[in-house]
């Protein structure tokens, strides 16, 4: 990081002119320029350079009062320019802050970004360039002989508030915690070492009880674990979950008594990894199923379901003799856009969002779409996973708006940007005192065309008008990403 750029972070207190001058220096127009390069360093994708800060945004309409605290969101940006193939996940994580204080009308809204500063960060740093190889690419070797990590934990997933920790996160490797106000890295490995081995980017908070589950899987035994840590943040269980073979698992949900697993058959294939194709493959023969994991402990209960692939749930919720598991499912695991030589899917393939009724009484599940393809990044109101819920917010795959599906009335309506225009996933912030689900506003980062600065929309979750009710204007544009979360002051 530049003299500039520590300045910059440090003090929070500079102009946006001062604060842009870093973008200058950025290596990434470069990438962009290059036809040759990944689709994942042009256009929506690119990186910027430079950690800056600007505590004089432009709020366009009226922040709502409740909303004061901080919006918060990862994604991969690097560093330095690839050593070889590039892909979307392989990028630093650089986590994008959005302060709000409605009611200080002086300063009502400050940005600032900066990286999660890994350990693989710090060397590529010394060295002065990119030393790792990507997901797409066999592990270095010589390091893993080392007894090192043959990727770089990236930490640019997702982030996770819990026992008043901000977590950085990473399905393969640990935790990174994160100052919610500044972004600097304390430290990673917050556990100091009682979880071994990756940690999910989707840990769920249960709002009844303030715990947080999570897991891990693994290529080698054991190929999944349950962790529960306490409100306090204490690690209280830590146990293998028992399968036939290691698969991919991005998500998970939770009921009151259950973890919900897919055991789908998105496997582990070194033949794959060695075609530059990712280290995963498809095998639908090998059937599917979905698991309930009892949290208290106890024996797994495993359902036949119809093979598919899944990156991210919605919730999941149980009664006497039902659980239901909602979810956005691609008829296959979409091998080609993970090996980096695509960015979409035709359209009967793009993931939709699902629910699976698990009948308790006959051990059978009935399964069905919810709504047309073209749907991800789900999110809802936090306090309600683990409980029915009626309301899902998700990100059009083509990034170009959102849809707001009822549940329980089976029905979707969209809001669609301007041409041009892509959005990314919403945030729900609720109202407090609010008497209906949706009684809340959904915070999200919205780029204009042309790699104009982005905007920070607040929707009003209720009417779901096109209109937000807020637009806070930062300082330049913010690559595609992942997660946020809310963290309220
Ligand atoms: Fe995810």
New binding site residues.
């Given amino acids: 990081m530049s003299g500039l750029d520590r300045t910059v972070l440090e003090k929070h207190q500079v102009s946006r002119r001062v604060a842009l001058a870093t973008l200058s220096l950025s290596p990434a127009v470069l990438w962009a320029a290059d036809d040759a390069v990944s689709p994942f360093l042009k256009g929506i994708y690119a990186p910027v350079a430079g950690e800056i800060a600007d505590d004089k945004l432009q709020v366009e309409g009226k922040l709502p009062d409740h909303l004061h605290g901080s919006y918060l969101r990862n994604g991969p940006n690097p560093r330095f320019a690839p050593k070889g193939k590039y892909h979307w996940f392989d990028g630093d994580g650089m986590v994008h802050a959005v302060h709000l204080a409605p009611s200080d009308t002086k300063v009502p809204a400050r940005y600032l970004c900066r990286h999660v500063r890994t350990a693989g960060l710090e060397e590529e740093e010394k060295a002065g360039k990119s030393l790792f190889p990507g997901l797409m690419e066999l592990p270095d070797l010589a390091r893993v002989a080392k007894g090192r990590d043959g990727y770089k934990n990236a930490a640019n ?2 982030l996770v508030w819990h026992h008043n920790q901000l977590w950085a996160l990473w399905e393969g490797g640990c935790p990174h915690r994160i100052d919610p106000k500044s972004l600097q890295t304390l430290g990673s490995d917050p556990l100091a070492g009682a979880w071994k081995g990756g940690f999910t ?2 840990p769920k908070v249960d709002s009844a009880t303030g715990e947080m589950i999570f897991f891990g899987y693994s290529p080698t035994k054991p190929y999944l674990r349950l962790g529960i840590l306490d409100k306090g943040g204490r690690l209280t269980a830590a146990r293998d979950i028992d399968l036939p073979r290691s698969v991919m698992q ?2 998970f949900a939770i009921t009151p008594d259950y973890a919900v697993f897919l055991d789908m058959p998105q496997t582990f294939s070194l033949a794959n990894l060695a075609l530059g194709k990712g280290v995963f493959g498809w095998q639908p023969e090998l059937g599917a199923r979905i698991g309930l994991i009892p949290r208290a402990g106890g024996q797994a209960k495993w359902f036949a379901i119809s093979p598919g692939s899944v ?2 749930t919605l919730n999941a919720w149980q009664t006497a003799q039902t659980v239901t598991l909602i979810a956005c499912r691609m008829p296959r695991f979409p091998a080609e856009v993970l090996a980096g030589g695509a960015t979409d899917l035709p359209e009967a393939e793009r993931p939709r969002l699902w629910r699976y009724e698990i009948n308790l009484t006959n051990s059978k599940v009935t399964e069905g779409p919810l709504d047309d393809p073209g749907s991800e ?1 789900p999110r809802m109101r936090e306090d309600r996973i683990s409980l029915a819920n009626r309301f899902a917010y998700t990100l059009r795959t083509d990034f170009a708006g959102w849809r707001k599906h009822d549940l329980v009335k089976n029905t979707t309506i969209a809001l669609n940007l301007p041409a041009g225009w892509s959005g990314a996933e919403a945030v729900f912030v609720a109202t407090p005192g609010a008497p209906s689900e949706d009684g809340g506003h959904l915070l999200a980062f919205v780029q204009p065309p042309s790699g104009e600065p982005a905007q920070l929309w607040v929707i009003d979750a209720a009417s779901f008008s096109p209109d937000p009710v807020a637009r806070v204007k930062l300082p330049r544009r913010i690559p595609a990403g ?2 946020g979360c809310w963290v309220s002051s």
């Fill in positions: 997933t997702a980017a989707h991005h998500d990156f991210h990044m992942f997660h």
